[in-house]
């Protein structure tokens, strides 16, 4: 009985896994994009951009999204296939004040 329990939670993780990564979306064309448009495009989502432009507090002016999804985690996941390419991830819709960062 314990082995069945056990199994049943494999499969439950592992279902788990596979819907979170099924979140990670591909943009269908390659274009360089300003910030703002990239927030309008892709909102409310954690973004994997390749910048081209940065102003001098290092904050992406415009670049190129490679990946997006609403977990932050699919991004970092989404990482190494940058190519690469420098890059930013950014989350694209309003932080929650009670989120805290550290730097």
């Given at each position: 009985?314990?082995?069945?329990?056990?199994?049943?939670i494999a499969v439950l993780t592992e279902l788990d896994q596979s819907e979170a990564s099924s979140q990670l979306k591909i943009p269908e064309k390659s274009e360089i994009?300003?910030?703002?448009e990239i927030k309008e495009r892709y909102p409310q989502q954690w973004v994997l951009i390749a910048y081209t432009e940065r102003d001098e507090y290092l904050n992406v002016i415009r670049g190129e999204v490679l990946a997006?999804?609403?977990?932050c985690d699919d991004i970092e996941d989404y990482l190494p296939n940058r190519n690469g390419k420098?890059?930013?991830?950014?989350?694209?819709g309003p932080i929650p004040e009670e989120i805290g960062f550290f730097m």
């Amino acid at each position: 009985m314990a082995n069945i329990q056990t199994e049943a939670i494999a499969v439950l993780t592992e279902l788990d896994q596979s819907e979170a990564s099924s979140q990670l979306k591909i943009p269908e064309k390659s274009e360089i994009l300003t910030l703002a448009e990239i927030k309008e495009r892709y909102p409310q989502q954690w973004v994997l951009i390749a910048y081209t432009e940065r102003d001098e507090y290092l904050n992406v002016i415009r670049g190129e999204v490679l990946a997006y999804s609403p977990d932050c985690d699919d991004i970092e996941d989404y990482l190494p296939n940058r190519n690469g390419k420098a890059v930013a991830i950014k989350y694209t819709g309003p932080i929650p004040e009670e989120i805290g960062f550290f730097m």
